[in-house]
């Protein structure tokens, strides 16, 4: 579960995980996902899910995105987002506000995780004014 800087491979599948500031706009997150995404030559249509720590469980916009996108939402404690904490990503202030050191790459890599193998963050965090997003890319498990 490493940083990467290449492009997935055609099989991999990628998720977004999303932080961002209480009141953010749904259209801001949408322009940062889609902005992350071109930037590995990726559309919405790439994305298998969307994840968030379980501190904005009741930010409209991410819910709002993820009607929009027609994709599953899912919400981490930030104990289970522990393993996929990085010295690198870690902020004071995100850790007073919700309990973990970081938001968008552990959420990343912890649904890559839930929902494939060979979970690995592809590239860096985006950030806009007032979110962030990681992408990460995993292989389906065989059925």
């Known amino acids: 579960m490493t940083a990467s800087h290449l492009d997935p491979p055609a099989t991999a599948k990628v998720v977004a995980g999303l932080g961002c500031r209480r009141g953010c706009a749904q259209d801001e997150l949408l322009a940062l996902l889609t902005h992350s995404l071109a930037q590995h030559e ?20 991410l819910h709002e995105l993820a009607t929009c996108l027609k994709l599953e939402l899912n919400f981490f404690p930030p104990d289970d987002l522990m393993p996929y904490q990085s010295a690198n990503t870690a902020s004071l202030l995100t850790r ?25 963050l592809l590239g860096l965090k985006k950030r806009s004014a007032s979110a962030t997003c990681a992408l990460a890319t995993f292989d389906r498990e065989p059925a």
């Open 42 to 61: 990726l559309t919405v249509d790439n994305l298998a899910g969307l994840a968030s720590i379980a501190h904005k469980r009741d930010e409209p916009a």
């Open 96 to 120: 007073s506000t919700t309990g973990a050191p970081a938001v968008a790459e552990p959420c990343a890599l912890a649904l890559a995780t839930r929902l494939g193998s060979n979970a690995q």
